[in-house]
């Protein structure tokens, strides 16, 4: 993330208050409170704006520690920032993988048998990366064997960072959709295709709550000139380029978790929404004052959307692909609460009242919304809880991606020429704060495909290359025009708002299809990312 994790903290008597970089509120004031020793109700965060995140923030981290300590001891503010080599080796990482994959298929492209191993390594007692999740869940085949293994590093510490699990699990399983499509010699959009399923592969009684998989499959394929891909690799030239297409599908678990909200009509009208959501670069303050704009029947000016304070009623935050939805079903809650309060104080039925353009109206009577708080603000608070949703629905997003990239018959180079992402994600909220979400994953995803990789110092346990001139990530030049697009489609079951996130599943999908794409172009298989020249240079085919 471009903004360090910092943080300022105060004291007053045995209470603290942070002012941090952190994306999950509620998480983060109980670590903090069990760090300290103190209940977390003698923590205050606040987190207004957040520079970028990525689950690197999702709670506590050592500066947020080491500021409430200090701040104790000398008895002031103290202010910590995190150097950015301080952030590779101090806070959390996406841990590397060994991962084996194996597919059994009918000569029809059924597949028979997945089996999906992955090892990944963290500090005695850490968390594996659950690289096996799409496995799980994405495709039909009625024999089936995941398994992750931890394997103990004395290394910082590795942890969720954006698509934990879907993002490095699809960069080895769909590899091996596109090698078992060769083999069978079909199409890979087609063997993906045949081999859908309307139900959770590991408990049938399980529907999804909305599946248009095969939908965003056709959409990209159409969309992207798929058809027009020569199968066979090496064979498309321009000039000294090889160019190559590829694809892969993409998931991401979309969980949805209580979300309060409190609202407040002021005699001016205006309305005033607080949540402890966060704002990553996501949109939320947007998506608030949308909803609370919705439901109370006002202009999006007319709506101040206040987050990112733990004081305030709690969500998820921002985190998990769930906070939009979160939220958004939080506020719709209390703005429902509060349109009952409204009718009441204006003498209407609350079922039949109608809010329009900053009116309420009720059979011929219409009176201005603001004529409810006359007599003093009105403040309501409610959250929306979903029970047992998750154990009666698989809740995914799904989407394709397609790449085309062209690379260098002398050199190995490879230029990314063109990408396309075709997402279902429910009711899109806002779709351009949601296609800002999804490219930027499509650009973490060609980092991921091409240039990113720490390097160990085996002897002292740390990360060598712990800048931004050593760790090459993605820059304009390397990214051409990117293309996203939305299913038209809303999720019934998951909440009243039937929206579900979308800001992971831009990158998961992305390298695979990205290295797909490379063998498509040059007929050489890479398995190890990121996919650099070296890897394949002394393979590529002889030009003449």
Same mark, same amino acid.
């Given at each position: 993330?471009?903004?360090?994790?910092?943080?300022?903290?105060?004291?007053?008597?045995?209470?603290?208050?942070?002012?941090?970089?952190?994306?999950?509120?509620?998480?983060?004031?109980?670590?903090?409170?069990?760090?300290?020793?103190?209940?977390?109700?003698?923590?205050?965060?606040?987190?207004?704006?957040?520079?970028?995140?990525?689950?690197?923030?999702?709670?506590?981290?050592?500066?947020?520690?080491?500021?409430?300590?200090?701040?104790?001891?000398?008895?002031?503010?103290?202010?910590?920032?995190?150097?950015?080599?301080?952030?590779?080796?101090?806070?959390?990482?996406?841990?590397?993988?060994?991962?084996?994959?194996?597919?059994?298929?009918?000569?029809?492209?059924?597949?028979?048998?997945?089996?999906?191993?992955?090892?990944?390594?963290?500090? #005695?007692?850490?968390?594996?990366?659950?690289?096996?999740?799409?496995?799980?869940?994405?495709?039909?085949?009625?024999?089936?064997?995941?398994?992750?293994?931890?394997?103990?590093?004395?290394?910082?510490?590795?942890?969720?960072?954006?698509?934990?699990?879907?993002?490095?699990?699809?960069?080895?399983? %769909?590899?091996?959709?596109?090698?078992?499509?060769?083999?069978?010699?079909?199409?890979?959009?087609?063997?993906?295709?045949?081999?859908?399923?309307?139900?959770?592969?590991?408990?049938?009684?399980?529907?999804?709550?909305?599946?248009?998989?095969?939908?965003?499959?056709?959409?990209?394929?159409?969309?992207?000139?798929?058809?027009?891909?020569?199968?066979?690799?090496?064979?498309?030239?321009?000039?000294?380029?090889?160019?190559?297409?590829?694809?892969?599908? @993409?998931?991401?678990?979309?969980?949805?978790?209580?979300?309060? @909200?409190?609202?407040?009509?002021?005699?001016?009208?205006?309305?005033?929404?607080?949540?402890?959501?966060?704002?990553?670069?996501?949109?939320? !303050?947007?998506?608030?004052?949308?909803?609370?704009?919705?439901?109370?029947?006002?202009?999006?000016?007319?709506?101040?959307?206040?987050?990112?304070?733990?004081?305030?009623? %709690?969500?998820?935050?921002?985190?998990?692909?769930?906070?939009?939805?979160?939220?958004?079903?939080?506020?719709?809650?209390?703005?429902?609460?509060?349109?009952?309060?409204?009718?009441?104080?204006?003498?209407?039925?609350?079922?039949?009242?109608?809010?329009?353009?900053?009116?309420?109206?009720?059979?011929?009577?219409?009176?201005?919304?603001?004529?409810?708080?006359?007599?003093?603000?009105?403040?309501?608070?409610?959250?929306?809880?979903?029970?047992?949703?998750?154990?009666?629905?698989?809740?995914?997003?799904?989407? @394709?991606?397609?790449?085309?990239?062209?690379?260098?018959?002398?050199?190995?180079?490879?230029?990314?020429?063109?990408?396309?992402?075709?997402?279902?994600?429910?009711?899109?909220?806002?779709?351009?704060?949601?296609?800002?979400?999804?490219?930027?994953?499509?650009?973490?995803?060609?980092?991921?495909?091409?240039?990113?990789?720490?390097?160990?110092?085996?002897?002292?346990?740390?990360?060598?290359?712990?800048?931004?001139?050593?760790?090459?990530?993605?820059?304009?030049?390397?990214?051409?025009?990117?293309?996203?697009?939305?299913?038209?489609?809303?999720?019934?079951?998951?909440?009243?708002?039937?929206?579900?996130?979308?800001?992971?599943?831009?990158?998961?999908?992305?390298?695979?299809?990205? #290295?797909?794409?490379? !063998?498509?172009?040059?007929?050489?298989?890479?398995?190890? !990312?990121?996919?650099?020249?070296?890897?394949?240079?002394?393979?590529?085919?002889?030009?003449?």
């Amino acid at each position: 993330m471009m903004e360090p994790h910092a943080t300022i903290a105060a004291w007053d008597a045995d209470r603290v208050t942070c002012w941090t970089s952190i994306q999950q509120m509620n998480w983060g004031t109980r670590d903090l409170g069990l760090i300290l020793g103190i209940s977390r109700e003698n923590v205050r965060l606040i987190s207004t704006f957040i520079g970028g995140g990525f689950g690197g923030k999702g709670t506590v981290q050592s500066d947020l520690v080491l500021a409430a300590v200090a701040a104790k001891v000398v008895r002031r503010p103290v202010k910590i920032a995190l150097q950015r080599p301080i952030m590779f080796n101090n806070t959390i990482h996406r841990p590397k993988t060994i991962q084996r994959v194996r597919l059994g298929a009918t000569r029809d492209g059924k597949l028979t048998a997945l089996g999906h191993e992955s090892l990944s390594g963290n500090l #005695a007692g850490g968390r594996t990366e659950p690289t096996t999740l799409s496995t799980r869940m994405l495709y039909a085949g009625k024999n089936r064997m995941t398994r992750v293994r931890l394997a103990t590093l004395d290394l910082a510490e590795g942890n969720a960072m954006r698509a934990p699990g879907e993002a490095p699990g699809l960069m080895a399983l %769909e590899i091996a959709m596109d090698e078992m499509a060769e083999k069978l010699g079909m199409d890979p959009v087609e063997l993906r295709i045949l081999n859908d399923t309307k139900v959770d592969p590991e408990n049938p009684d399980r529907p999804f709550s909305s599946r248009p998989f095969v939908e965003c499959l056709r959409t990209g394929a159409e969309r992207f000139g798929w058809s027009a891909r020569n199968a066979q690799p090496g064979q498309v030239r321009e000039g000294h380029w090889f160019i190559g297409l590829g694809m892969a599908s @993409a998931i991401r678990g979309a969980p949805i978790a209580r979300a309060g @909200a409190r609202v407040r009509l002021g005699r001016n009208g205006l309305l005033t929404v607080e949540t402890d959501m966060t704002d990553i670069g996501t949109g939320s !303050y947007t998506i608030v004052q949308q909803t609370a704009a919705e439901m109370m029947g006002v202009s999006i000016d007319r709506v101040v959307a206040r987050l990112g304070d733990s004081s305030f009623p %709690e969500t998820p935050g921002s985190g998990g692909q769930q906070g939009a939805a979160s939220v958004t079903a939080g506020v719709y809650a209390a703005c429902t609460k509060l349109r009952q309060v409204v009718a009441e104080r204006l003498g209407f039925v609350a079922s039949e009242a109608e809010f329009v353009a900053g009116e309420v109206r009720f059979g011929n009577r219409s009176v201005s919304l603001a004529r409810a708080a006359a007599d003093g603000d009105i403040v309501v608070e409610d959250s929306m809880e979903f029970g047992d949703l998750s154990r009666q629905f698989a809740i995914q997003t799904f989407g @394709a991606h397609f790449a085309e990239v062209a690379v260098n018959a002398f050199t190995g180079e490879i230029r990314v020429r063109r990408m396309l992402a075709v997402c279902a994600a429910g009711r899109i909220l806002n779709p351009k704060t949601a296609r800002s979400q999804v490219i930027g994953g499509m650009t973490m995803g060609v980092g991921a495909a091409l240039m990113e990789e720490m390097t160990i110092d085996r002897r002292q346990g740390f990360f060598v290359n712990h800048d931004l001139a050593g760790y090459e990530v993605p820059v304009h030049a390397d990214i051409p025009h990117l293309d996203a697009v939305f299913i038209d489609e809303v999720d019934p079951a998951i909440s009243p708002v039937k929206a579900k996130g979308v800001g992971e599943l831009g990158l998961t999908g992305v390298a695979p299809a990205l #290295a797909n794409a490379i !063998y498509n172009a040059t007929g050489v298989r890479v398995r190890q !990312y990121p996919v650099t020249l070296d890897k394949f240079l002394d393979r590529l085919p002889v030009v003449t």
